[in-house]
């Protein structure tokens, strides 16, 4: 069986399982005691620690390879005019797709209208965290201390090093011939590791998909129905429309192909509900099945996971039209630009972990007047909606590494056409 395969029946044991100890919670069919051993024991034991060293383990390997990636990287395209060519494309094209999901996000949300009708004013409150200045946000960027950086995560920071320690790699001759080699192999055993980490990946998805059901259950969707299935209508279609388009109309590649050799890394995402997590997944995806050139996915995926939030902005987009209708306030053409842009650029900079869609809600909000309460009423929701966006931005990320890629001549034609390329399949098969 193929490892697309096995995540979807972890996937649909998990939720299925996780929903009968919901309803076990809920119903008196059982004896008194019977809900909090399985509770303890299952729930808030075995899958609580299998998802946890599972999540761990993906973010172990983020910082290793993103770094030795884009050391490789940026060390064999040689001509820093290139890199910053790539760059540009690369930027350029993650603000293009944000933009577009957040106009199309407000566009149907207005049409749709799920906040009418419903009193905001009792839904309780919500404490957001200050957003820092955007200067600080550019200040922040590049790092005093690598070692820090890596040690804490800072995705950016460790995407500015790499970048800088390939360029200077590049030009060194000799000595820096023998880095590079070094660098490449350690790649390699990286990736080794990748692949041996997704053979593992249906359990660890099981796991936290019946924490995940057992605990919230699929009843807390009724609620905010409109809500809900507005943000996913608009995922869909920015996820199978807008890279659609892209793929076929910019890239001349096939969007059936790309779906189909995405499958396994978009259910991926959306079990972890985090980008940073499923970058190594997603990087072993661009470059063994899409036929990216480690020269450019090395620097693309990393860099998406930071900055392309196309499924965030479609929540902001529809939860600042909810929000505005629910507190009967219009906040009229200029606002809805005003979100547009303020939506946009918060895409920059925003860590790619679950739930930091809502802090940045929070900014979104304070910049066009709303308040910031509204947010209370739709934290319910948003655990199930982040796993949905976090697939869709690996998608983003994935589209923007084939156009890029392909607009520089650094794609292999034959990888992408081939529809067994990289495969991950069962040691059995």
């Not at 190594?280 to 900055?307: C, D, H, M, Q, W």
């Amino acid at each position: 069986m193929t490892l697309t395969g096995k995540i979807l029946w972890g996937m649909g044991a998990g939720l299925v399982l996780g929903a009968l100890i919901k309803w076990i919670g809920q119903t008196d069919l059982f004896p008194p005691g019977f809900f909090q051993i399985i509770d303890t024991y299952l729930v808030s034991g075995l899958f609580l620690l299998v998802g946890k060293i599972f999540i761990a383990s993906l973010k172990l390997l983020v910082v290793p390879l993103v770094f030795v990636s884009l050391v490789c990287g940026a060390g064999s395209l040689g001509d820093s005019s290139k890199l910053g060519s790539i760059g540009l494309k690369t930027i350029g094209l993650y603000l293009l797709t944000t933009a577009t999901a957040i106009m199309l996000a407000v566009l149907v949300a207005n049409l749709v209208d799920p906040g009418v009708g419903i009193n905001m004013a009792e839904g309780g409150s919500f404490v957001a965290k200050e957003s820092p200045p955007f200067i600080n946000v550019l200040i922040n960027i590049f790092p005093s201390n690598p070692i820090r950086a890596m040690a804490e995560g800072n995705m950016l920071q460790v995407i500015v090093f790499a970048i800088l320690l390939g360029v200077a790699v590049a030009r060194s001759g000799e000595p820096g011939a023998r880095i590079i080699q070094f660098f490449t192999d350690f790649n390699e055993v990286i990736m080794t590791l990748v692949t041996m980490l997704m053979r593992l990946a249906p359990y660890g998805v099981f796991c936290l998909m019946v924490q995940l059901f057992a605990k919230q259950g699929i009843g807390v969707i009724g609620d905010l129905a409109l809500y809900f299935f507005t943000v996913i209508f608009v995922l869909l279609l920015h996820g199978f429309g807008t890279y659609a388009i892209l793929l076929k109309f910019v890239g001349r590649l096939s969007p059936i192909d790309f779906y189909r050799k995405m499958r396994a890394t978009m259910l991926f995402a959306f079990s972890t509900a985090s980008s940073n997590a499923t970058i190594p997944v997603t990087l072993r995806t661009v470059e063994y099945r899409l036929g990216v050139k480690n020269s450019i996915a090395s620097f693309t995926v990393p860099l998406g996971a930071t900055i392309n939030m196309d499924g965030t902005a479609i929540m902001q987009g529809v939860a600042t039209v909810f929000i505005a209708q629910a507190f009967n306030i219009d906040i009229s053409l200029t606002g809805y630009l005003m979100v547009i842009v303020t939506a946009t650029l918060a895409s920059i900079g925003t860590a790619g972990v679950p739930g930091v869609g809502l802090i940045t809600l929070a900014m979104v909000l304070q910049q066009v007047g709303l308040p910031v309460e509204g947010i209370a009423l739709i934290i319910g929701v948003d655990r199930l909606l982040d796993m949905v966006r976090t697939a869709v931005n690996v998608t983003g990320d994935s589209t923007v590494s084939c156009l890029v890629a392909k607009s520089e001549g650094e794609f292999y034609h034959d990888i992408f056409d081939d529809c067994d390329a990289g495969e991950v399949v069962s040691e059995h098969s």
